[in-house]
T-cell receptor
Framework: DADVTQTPRNRITKTGKRIMLECSQTKGHDRMYWYRQDPGLGLRLIYYSFDVKDINKGEISDGYSVSRQAQAKFSLSLESAIPNQTALYFC????????????FGPGTRLTVL | AQKVTQAQTEISVVEKEDVTLDCVYETRDTTYYLFWYKQPPSGELVFLIRRNSFDEQNEISGRYSWNFQKSTSSFNFTITASQVVDSAVYFCALSELGAGANNLFFGTGTRLTVIP
């Protein structure tokens, strides 16, 4: 089984809808991250969490919110999706003492019409 | 300012040719880590290598090699005798331990196409 899983893997939705992307990990890592990938822009950090009580905004947090329900679960929400949020979203985890090597989930491809 | 620059947006080579992917980074930290990831057409991110700022030794892993030069702030990646399976987008990334987030700063990626 994969160490970092994301659901759904693909989602098509309409403008204005609320969407939640979920991430679960079995690696026992404290740190979790959400990134989005746009063509030609690489990956950019949306939110990160160092533990259940610690949530921090990343480079591009506007229009997104997150919830760290447990050490193993970190969800990303789009309260009112818009077309320019169409992207590939990655969840990642890292261990506190592991040089910030991050382990990525398989990605969620989100399309907002 | 862009912390990681991958100036080559796309590269095409014929199978069995060698190819070098460039990565230039910018940081004021003395302790940092550099990474390369591969993203094949299927979309997942595959970790290739991590290098810390105190280790400038070049590394070779099979057909892959990495050249880390602090003097030029570069961490270049060479594929020898390229194969079609090497076709992917390759990302260079930087992690600064001095920053609060310890997150990864990614370059914009280089799309490599290996032509059979």
């Amino acid at each position: 089984d994969a160490d970092v899983t994301q659901t759904p893997r693909n989602r098509i939705t309409k403008t204005g809808k609320r969407i939640m992307l979920e991430c679960s990990q079995t690696k026992g890592h404290d740190r979790m991250y959400w990134y989005r990938q746009d063509p030609g822009l690489g990956l950019r950090l949306i939110y990160y969490s160092f533990d259940v009580k610690d949530i921090n905004k990343g480079e591009i947090s506007d229009g997104y919110s997150v919830s760290r329900q447990a050490q193993a679960k970190f969800s990303l929400s789009l309260e009112s999706a818009i077309p320019n949020q169409t992207a590939l979203y990655f969840c990642a985890t890292s261990d506190l003492n592991a040089y910030n090597e991050q382990f990525f989930g398989p990605g969620t491809r989100l399309t907002v019409l | 300012a862009q912390k990681v620059t991958q100036a080559q947006t796309e590269i095409s080579v014929v199978e069995k040719e060698d190819v070098t992917l460039d990565c230039v980074y910018e940081t004021r930290d003395t302790t940092y880590y550099l990474f390369w990831y591969k993203q094949p057409p299927s979309g997942e991110l595959v970790f290739l290598i991590r290098r810390n700022s105190f280790d400038e030794q070049n590394e070779i892993s099979g057909r892959y090699s990495w050249n880390f030069q602090k003097s030029t702030s570069s961490f270049n990646f060479t594929i020898t005798a390229s194969q079609v399976v090497d076709s992917a987008v390759y990302f260079c990334a930087l992690s600064e331990l001095g920053a609060g987030a310890n997150n990864l700063f990614f370059g914009t990626g280089t799309r490599l196409t290996v032509i059979p």
